[in-house]
């Protein structure tokens, strides 16, 4: 006790005289030595002086610091081990206790060997499942980042992915051991699971079923001239043809039919509603094939291309929306085969 007292003691002083070392003035001084029988000078400057004093303040300073966080730092790790070691040994209690209320018949030949080696295997798996959830934790948050990505990209905000999740069928029942789960999982895992479910049926709502056979884009999604009247306006979905000898319209995806008939624009045209409050309009038809309320699916013909309403020539004029939203409808489509085409190389 009375060497620790002392060492604070001399530490307490050695902190005293910092401040006085740094704010130290310093004057040029003349270091004298005898070398063969002469006499040498060396002139040292008082600038010299103060930045060797203060560097070697800046250093000392630097070492002790940086030894403070590593003592910190292993501090903590001996608490969490001990922390670690204590719950084991708890568990090792337990199995020691609960060992003499089982039959002998079950515990004929156990030793403490063998439960030393039975806390060990639970050590084990404790690790095992905590870089398990560690890994997991670390997918799910590259996978969702991904997704989000990939819907923000066709213009769907956050509103609107809920908007789909909300619309979309989807199973509600859980098994006897999900709420043991929800109990054990971390809270953090859990919620990037529900996100990434949420992101993942976002994504498979999207259409995916170009609507033509060997599809070419004329004229993409955006602010163009109107091909007739010629004034600048959004073209609020894509025109398309067929290079194929099908004039044949489909389905982009299953759904029901919810309108069909003639617009003055759009000329004979045909809606249809689809899951995730998914809609697709088909227009400037030259025939249409299906009636109001009937299911269809993606080899269910529509109708026929053809040029009527304001039309410059056959083709047709795919829009689709999203929660009342229109979107690019080459980019969805797009965007929905290449999530279907990931999925399937997964596999």
């Known amino acids: 006790m009375l060497k620790l007292r002392i060492l604070l003691h001399a530490f307490w002083h050695g902190i005293r005289l910092i401040p006085k070392a740094w704010r130290f003035t310093y004057q040029d001084a003349k270091v004298i030595w005898e070398q063969g029988g002469e006499l040498s000078y060396y002139r040292v400057s008082a600038v010299w002086q103060r930045v060797v004093v203060r560097g070697a303040l800046v250093l000392t ?28 040994v708890q568990i090792q209690t337990a199995l020691s206790q609960a060992l003499p209320e089982v039959p002998m018949t079950t515990t004929q030949g156990v030793n403490t060997q063998q439960v030393l080696d039975l806390t060990a295997r639970i050590q084990e798996r404790d690790w095992l499942i905590q870089t398990l959830i560690q890994s997991t934790s670390s997918r799910l948050a590259a996978d969702n980042t991904r997704m989000d990505d990939q819907l923000r ?23 006897p051991h999900d709420a043991w789960l929800n109990d054990k999982l971390p809270s953090s895992l859990l919620q990037s699971m529900a996100r990434n479910s949420d992101l993942r049926v976002a994504l498979q709502a999207l259409p995916s079923q170009y609507p033509l056979r060997n599809t070419r884009v004329t004229s993409d999604y955006g602010m163009r001239r109107h091909p007739i009247t010629g004034r600048l306006q959004l073209h609020a979905g894509t025109d398309m043809v067929s290079d194929a000898p099908d004039d044949r319209v489909f389905a982009v995806r299953s759904g029901v039919v919810t309108a069909t008939g003639k617009h003055p624009q759009y000329g004979l045209m045909v809606t249809i509603q689809h899951d995730g409050g998914v809609v697709s309009r088909y227009a400037h038809l030259r025939r249409i094939k299906v009636k109001p309320n009937q299911r269809v699916g993606v080899q269910t013909p529509l109708g026929l291309l053809g040029s009527t309403g304001m039309s ?19 980019r969805v489509l797009r965007m929905a085969q290449h999530v279907q085409q990931v999925k399937t190389d997964q596999r």
């Open 312 to 330: 410059t020539g056959k083709h047709l004029h795919l829009e689709i929306f999203i929660s009342g939203k229109p979107v690019n409808p080459d």
């Open 153 to 175: 990209q066709l213009g769907i905000d956050a509103r609107m992915r809920e908007a789909i999740v909300a619309a979309t069928p989807r199973g509600g029942a859980t098994g």
């Open 61 to 88: 300073g630097a070492g002790l610091l940086s030894l403070g966080v590593s003592a910190w730092h292993s501090w903590q790790v001996v608490q969490e081990r001990e922390q670690l070691a204590r719950a084991h």
